[in-house]
C-alpha cells in the first residue's frame, strides 16, 4: 500500500538529584534508613515510610546516615543505599507527525547497547555492538514472539500479558540478529559478552563460545567454552547457565568450519519493572550492570505484542556502593555524565 511510515524515535531525558535506593538488603519491602549517633555509631534501622520514628530519634540527638554501603550492620543487614544523580532515558516510538504510536513485534529501533572506551563518559554509550564502526539496530520482540521461556518461570510471555497499561507484567525482549563473525571476535550486548573462540566440524558445522559479563566493577563472570550447533539455544544469567531467572540468549543461526565464521543471534529480556531488588529472583530483569553503571527498566508501555517506549533509569552514587559482587563507578567532581 502507499501508507507507509516512515520509521522514527523520540529520546526524552530527565535528570535530578536525591539519595537513591539500590538494594533492599533485608528484604522487608521498605526501603530503610540507617540511624546514627554523631560520631557515626550505628544505633537502629529504621523504614524511611515511618517518619514519626524518626523525628523522635533526630530529636534524642540522633542523625540519618547520609550513605550506608555497609551489609554487616545488625537488624538483618540494612539496605544499601546513597546520594546520587539520577538519569532517565525515554526510547519513545513515533509516526511521521512525530505522534507516539505503538510498533509492532519485528520493528527495528535504535536504544545504546554497549560500552566504548574511547568515549570520556561510562556505561551504555554505543549503538555498535560489534566493534565495527557501524550503528546496530535492535528488533522489538517478547518471549511469545519468539517461542522462548527466557527466564525459564514456566510461562511463554507477551510484551503485555493482563492488558492493563503500565501495571508492572510488561516484558520486551530486545534482539539482535544475524550478527556475522569470525574467530576471535566480541560482540556486547547490554550486559553481556558474546566471544567466537572456535568453529570445527563436529560432524556437520559447530561453534564454541565464551560467555562473559559486561558489568565492570573489577571482577568477571564467565561461562567458556559453550557449545552449540546451528540452530542451537543457550540462555545466561549474568554470564551464568543459572536454572532460573535467565535474561540473555545466544543462538547460533550458523556456523561455516572452512572458513571459520558463524551467523549468531542475541537477546535481552527485560521486565519486572516494579521488582524488589533484594527480594525478587527475577530483580535482573528490571536492573543491570554495564561497565560500573547501574541501570534500571523502570516502565514498558506495551500493548498484546506491540510497544509505545520504554524507560531506562541511570542511579550514579556520590559513594562507593558494591552490589550483588559489583563496585558501582562513583561519580566525581567535573566528571562528564
Partial sequence: ???????????????????????????????????????????KTLPLDDWKAIHKELKRGYRIRHWNNDPTLSDSNVDIYAPSIIQEFTYMFVDDETMPIMIENGSEV??????????????????????????????????????????????????????????????????????????????????HRVKLKEVFAAPGDAARFDIYDNEGGGSQRCSLNQMLTPGEVRYFYRA????????????????DAKNNVAVVEVGRMFGQPYANIGANIYWSQKAFMVDGVFYNVVAIKAQDDCIKYITFRQKLPKFPIKLYGKHLEVWDVDELL
Avoid at 533492599?24 to 540511624?35: E, M, R
Avoid at 550503528?135 to 511463554?156: F, K, P
Fill in 240 to 255: 551464568k547457565p543459572e536454572t532460573q531467572g535467565q535474561t540473555f540468549y545466544l543462538k547460533l543461526i550458523s556456523a
Fill in 110 to 191: 535504535l536504544i545504546p547497547m554497549a560500552h566504548d572506551d574511547s568515549l570520556p563518559y561510562r556505561g551504555l554509550n554505543s549503538f555498535d555492538a560489534d566493534g565495527d564502526g557501524k550503528r546496530d539496530a535492535v528488533r522489538v520482540e517478547s518471549e511469545a514472539t519468539l517461542g522462548m521461556d527466557i527466564d525459564h518461570d514456566g510461562r511463554i510471555e507477551p510484551m503485555d500479558g493482563d492488558g492493563k497499561e503500565l501495571s508492572g507484567d510488561e516484558t520486551v525482549v530486545l534482539v539482535l540478529g544475524d550478527k556475522y563473525m569470525t574467530e576471535g571476535e566480541e560482540i556486547q550486548f547490554f550486559d
Fill in 1 to 43: 500500500g502507499t501508507n507507509v511510515q516512515t520509521p522514527k524515535e523520540k529520546v526524552f531525558k530527565r535528570m535530578w538529584y536525591e539519595k537513591e535506593w539500590y538494594k533492599d538488603h533485608d528484604k522487608d519491602g521498605h526501603w530503610d534508613v540507617v540511624i546514627e549517633k554523631r560520631n557515626g555509631q550505628y544505633v
